[in-house]
């Protein structure tokens, strides 16, 4: 997202040691319908599975192929027992039937090959200290940590989840679907691992009709960081309206600083906009945290 401040708080950098090659990973996704097509720009954007996807559930399998990051089958109990997204027998839609070359669109009903093409870029920005070796620098070396709604102290999760439609009748005020978790702060699954960690930067992940992301500490119930997303209201690149098009994060020092060891468990609850179902949508957290020398 274009407005999501990245950059390490004061005294902290990210350590890259020797690099030969950066790699970065973009998402396109094609959301111009065109003239005659029966899609909305929701349906798009939230890569419903067409069709044409090939899903093998014995193997595993879309188009042939798993999914490079967390397998089906890993979310905890609560997503389980009643979201779709969790096992592959039920999946409808997200961005397992989302990858490169994949069209949004049902090939058997449209040409795709007489829609026009786009050619789209995309930049990442890097700055860096040059000629300075960081490990002679008094800056402390930030590591990512991790967290998903989908998971628990016992899986890492998911990734990504729907959201149902609230029943009919329903206020849309009222229209919220609401899930929580507990889990480590380190966003790993190994109860014995109590390396300590000092974390300076926290920020959510949600997508579209996404209201917030509050992690909680589990001893006292105080509210640790509430991370909110900034919606587009305008038509300029990065303000599209209704869109979201970044997130706020908490930044933390001082006496305020979070000194935790990696197994502390904290509790996450998350909340989305059920006026509309979702597919595919995320709840994570990106954590990032500096080793505390023994």
Not at 22 to 38: M, R, S
Not at 56 to 67: M, P, Q, W
Not at 222 to 250: F, H, K, Q, W
Request: aromatic share 10%.
């Amino acid at each position: 997202m274009r407005h999501i401040n990245n950059r390490a708080p004061p005294g902290y950098a990210y350590f890259v040691d020797n690099p030969e090659q950066w790699t970065p990973l973009f998402h396109f996704i094609n959301q111009k319908v065109p003239e005659g097509v029966d899609a909305s720009d929701n349906a798009l954007f939230e890569c419903p599975c067409t069709p044409q996807r090939v899903i093998d559930v014995e193997n595993g399998t879309i188009d042939g192929t798993k999914s490079f990051a967390n397998p089906f089958g890993t979310c905890n109990e609560a997503f389980e027992e009643s979201n779709p997204s969790c096992e592959l027998s039920t999946y409808v839609g997200g961005w397992r039937c989302c990858e490169d070359g994949v069209f949004v669109l049902d090939t058997d009903k449209y040409d795709v090959d007489a829609l026009p093409t786009d050619e789209v870029y995309g930049v990442f920005r890097i700055t860096y200290l040059d000629g300075v070796d960081a490990r002679d620098t008094d800056l402390k070396p930030l590591e990512s940590l991790g967290g998903d709604i989908t998971g628990s102290v016992y899986t890492k999760g998911n990734v990504e989840f729907d959201v149902p439609l609230c029943e009919e009748g329903t206020a849309p005020e009222d229209c919220i679907y609401e899930m929580e978790t507990v889990h480590y702060i380190s966003g790993g699954i190994n109860a014995t691992d109590d390396t300590l960690w000092e974390i300076p930067y926290l920020v959510g992940h949600l997508h579209k009709g996404g209201i917030d992301l509050s992690m909680y500490n589990m001893t006292t119930g105080d509210l640790i960081c509430r991370s909110t997303p900034i919606y587009g209201n305008g038509t300029e690149a990065g303000n599209e309206d209704g869109y979201l098009v970044g997130m706020n994060p908490c930044y933390f020092e001082g006496d305020d600083l979070i000194v935790a060891p990696a197994n502390e468990k904290v509790r996450s609850v998350v909340r989305y906009n059920s006026t509309e179902p979702h597919t595919g949508v995320m709840a994570l957290w990106f954590p990032r945290g500096a080793e505390v020398s023994a």
